[in-house]
C-alpha cells in the first residue's frame, strides 16, 4: 500500500496533501488550546505549504524527465530536486521569528511556536516526499514534545539553583528590607535591574532580580513566599523563560 502511495500520481499528491493537513492539525490543536502565537490554521497551513513545494519540485523533476526533457537538453538546464525545499526551510525562518516577542520584564515568549513551526514545516517536505513512516514517527515525537514535556521541563527548572523575580515595592527605600530577606533564606542576589511599573495610576518601583539560592535551601517557594509577606511588596512574580 505505502509503495504504491510513494508513485508521483494524482491520487498519491492528494493523499500526501491530505496528510499534511492532519498531521499540522495534530500539531497545532494542542498549541491553540493553549492560546499560543501560532494556532491551529497557522500550523495546518504551514505544513500544506511545505509538502506543496516537495510536490513542486518532484513534479517538476518529473516534467523534465518526460516532455520537458528537449527542453533541456537544448537549454542545458540544470535541476535540483532539494532545492524547493531548502528554500522553504530558510523562508518559514521569517515566519518562526514573527511569533517571537519579547515581553514585560526580559522576558521571550513564542520560542516553542516558532520552532513548532520548523518541526512542521520539516514534517510537510516529509509528506510532500512520501517518507509516511518518518512522519508519523516524528508526527507523535513532536506532540509528545510539545504537549506533554512542559511540566517536565517546568518541574526541572524549578528545581534549578537560579531563579529570576520580578518584585513592586512600594518605596525604593524596602529595597534593602527585601535583599536581607532573601539574604537570610541562604539567597545570594548577584544581578539587580530596577524599574518602574504602572500602576493605578502610581508609578510604583520594582526590579527584576537574579539570585542563586543555597544549597541547603533550593526552594523557589520559600524565597517567593517570604518575599511576599513583606508588607512593602505589592506583587512578586517568578520569571521563566
Not at 97 to 124: D, E, K, M, P
Not at 145 to 153: A, H, K, N, R
Not at 164 to 192: C, H, N, W
Not at 224 to 237: G, R, T
Request: charged share 20%.
Amino acid at each position: 500500500m505505502l509503495d504504491g502511495l510513494r508513485q508521483f500520481n494524482l491520487g498519491s499528491v492528494i493523499f500526501r496533501l491530505l496528510l499534511a493537513q492532519a498531521v499540522g492539525a495534530m500539531i497545532g490543536y494542542g498549541r491553540a488550546q493553549k492560546k499560543a502565537n501560532a494556532g491551529l490554521r497557522t500550523y495546518m497551513l504551514t505544513c500544506i505549504g511545505a509538502a506543496l513545494t516537495m510536490l513542486i519540485s518532484m513534479y517538476e523533476y518529473e516534467m523534465l524527465q518526460g516532455p520537458w526533457a528537449l527542453a533541456q537538453e537544448v537549454q542545458s538546464l540544470k535541476f535540483d530536486i532539494s532545492r524547493f525545499s531548502a528554500q522553504m526551510g530558510s523562508g518559514i525562518g521569517f515566519l518562526a521569528a514573527g511569533t517571537i516577542i519579547a515581553a514585560a520584564h526580559r522576558q521571550v515568549s513564542g520560542l516553542t511556536s516558532a520552532i513548532g513551526l520548523f518541526a512542521t514545516a520539516s514534517l510537510g517536505i516529509a509528506c510532500g516526499a512520501g517518507f509516511y513512516e518518518v512522519v508519523f514517527m516524528a508526527m507523535i515525537i513532536i506532540v509528545f514534545t510539545m504537549e506533554f514535556m512542559q511540566p517536565l521541563e517546568l518541574a526541572f527548572k524549578r528545581r534549578l539553583r537560579n531563579i529570576t523575580i520580578y518584585v513592586e515595592f512600594d518605596d525604593a527605600k524596602d529595597l534593602e528590607t527585601i535583599t536581607e530577606t532573601i539574604k537570610s533564606q541562604g539567597a545570594r542576589l548577584y544581578d539587580m535591574e530596577m524599574e518602574r511599573s504602572e500602576r493605578q495610576d502610581d508609578k510604583l518601583p520594582s526590579a527584576i532580580m537574579t539570585l542563586k539560592l543555597g544549597k541547603e535551601n533550593a526552594s523557589h517557594s520559600a524565597i517567593l513566599s517570604s518575599v511576599a509577606e513583606l508588607p512593602c511588596v505589592n506583587s512578586i512574580q517568578e520569571l521563566i523563560s
